[in-house]
C-alpha cells in the first residue's frame, strides 16, 4: 500500500509517497482502509519539526481518517468488517493516517452515520474533540455566558464558533479579513479583524477563552477574561501567566487532546440537527500531500482533506 513519509524534518517538499505493507490488527485494532483523510496544522507543526511529539524522521503523518473496516484484531465486538467509521487515533503517538490503510484502537473511532460523507467525517476528529474539550469539558460553557474564539476561521475556530452558540453563548471571535463573512456566517455575534484591531480593545469580561497560539498571546487572553473565568490554550503557556492567572481565580489549562467518542458523537447530533457543520475548503490526491500542506499555510477557512 502507499503511505507518505518524510526522511527529515523541513517543507512540503520533504513529504513522498512510499510503498509499505499491509497493516495487521493487533489485539483491540482494526485496519480502516482509508477513504478520506484530515490535514492539521499539527501535521505541518511536526513535519516542520517545532512540535516533536512523534520524535525525529522518518514517520508518517496524520491524525484523522474515515473510511471502511477492513480487518478486526480480538477483543473487538463494537465494529465489524465492512462499517464504516471515523477517528483520531493514537494522539500525541503517531496517528500515521496518511496511508491507503491505517491501523487504530477500535476504541478511537466512532461508526459513520449514513448521511455523512467520508469527507467531512474526515475532516471532523482532531477539530471536534479540540473544541469539544476546551469549551465544554475544560470551559464548562453554559447558556448565557460570553466567549472569545480565537482564530475562528480555522479548523478548531469554526467549530467551537458553531457549538457555543448552540450551547447559547454569546460568542466573539477573532478572524482575518478574508474569513470575517465566512465567520459571521457561522453564528458568531462579534467578529474582530485581529490584524486591524487588537482584540483586547474590542471585548472584556468573558466567560471563557479559547486561545489557539500559548506563549505571549496568552497575557492577552487574560486581559478579556473575568476573575474566575476559564482560558483554554492549545499551545504552551508561560509560568508568569500561570502565576497571574491564579491569583485571580482564572483556570489556565494547556489542554490535553486525547481520542474521544463523546466529543465525536456530539458533533455528529449538532450536525445532524442542523446546527453545525464542518466546512471542507478543499480536498487533494494522497499523491499532492505536499500541495495540500502548500494550501494549509495559505490559512483556509475549515479543513482541507486527502483523498487516497
Do not use: C
Not at 58 to 65: E, K, M, Y
Not at 229 to 254: C, P, Y
Amino acid at each position: 500500500m502507499r503511505v507518505v513519509t518524510q526522511q527529515t524534518l523541513g517543507g512540503p517538499e520533504v513529504l513522498e509517497i512510499a510503498e509499505a505493507p499491509v497493516p495487521v490488527a493487533g489485539p483491540g485494532e482494526i485496519v480502516v482502509a482509508a477513504r478520506a483523510i484530515g490535514v492539521n496544522p499539527l501535521d505541518v507543526a511536526v513535519r516542520e519539526g517545532w512540535y516533536p511529539i512523534i520524535g525525529e524522521p522518518p514517520f508518517t503523518l496524520g491524525w484523522d481518517v474515515a473510511g471502511t473496516v477492513e480487518a478486526v484484531g480480538d477483543g473487538v465486538d463494537d465494529v465489524a468488517v465492512g462499517d464504516r467509521v471515523f477517528g483520531m487515533p493514537r494522539i500525541p503517538e503517531g496517528g500515521r493516517t496518511y496511508a491507503d490503510q491505517v491501523v487504530v484502537r477500535a476504541v478511537d473511532v466512532l461508526r459513520t452515520p449514513d448521511w455523512l460523507d467520508d469527507v467531512r467525517a474526515a475532516a471532523l476528529p482532531l477539530v471536534a474533540i479540540t473544541a469539544h474539550r476546551s469549551l465544554v469539558e475544560i470551559g464548562g460553557l453554559r447558556e448565557g455566558q460570553r466567549v472569545l474564539v480565537q482564530a475562528a476561521g480555522g479548523g478548531v475556530g469554526h467549530l467551537a464558533v458553531q457549538l457555543a452558540k448552540a450551547i447559547g453563548a454569546e460568542v466573539h471571535a477573532t478572524a482575518s479579513a478574508g474569513k470575517i463573512d465566512f465567520v459571521r456566517s457561522l453564528g458568531a455575534d462579534h467578529v474582530i479583524d485581529y490584524r486591524e484591531h487588537r482584540f483586547e480593545d474590542e471585548v472584556s469580561d468573558v466567560d471563557v477563552v479559547l486561545d489557539p497560539f500559548g506563549g505571549e498571546n496568552v497575557a492577552r487572553s487574560l486581559s478579556v477574561v473575568r476573575d474566575g473565568g476559564v482560558i483554554a490554550s492549545l499551545l504552551d503557556v508561560r509560568d508568569e501567566d500561570v502565576t497571574a492567572a491564579e491569583q485571580r481565580g482564572v483556570v489556565l489549562d494547556r489542554i490535553k487532546i486525547v481520542p474521544s467518542r463523546i466529543a465525536l458523537q456530539a458533533f455528529v447530533d449538532l450536525i445532524a440537527e442542523g446546527r453545525a457543520d464542518v466546512h471542507v475548503a478543499g480536498t487533494f490526491a494522497l499523491g499532492d500531500v505536499a500541495a495540500a500542506h502548500r494550501e494549509l499555510a495559505q490559512g483556509v477557512a475549515g479543513k482541507l482533506v486527502l483523498l487516497p
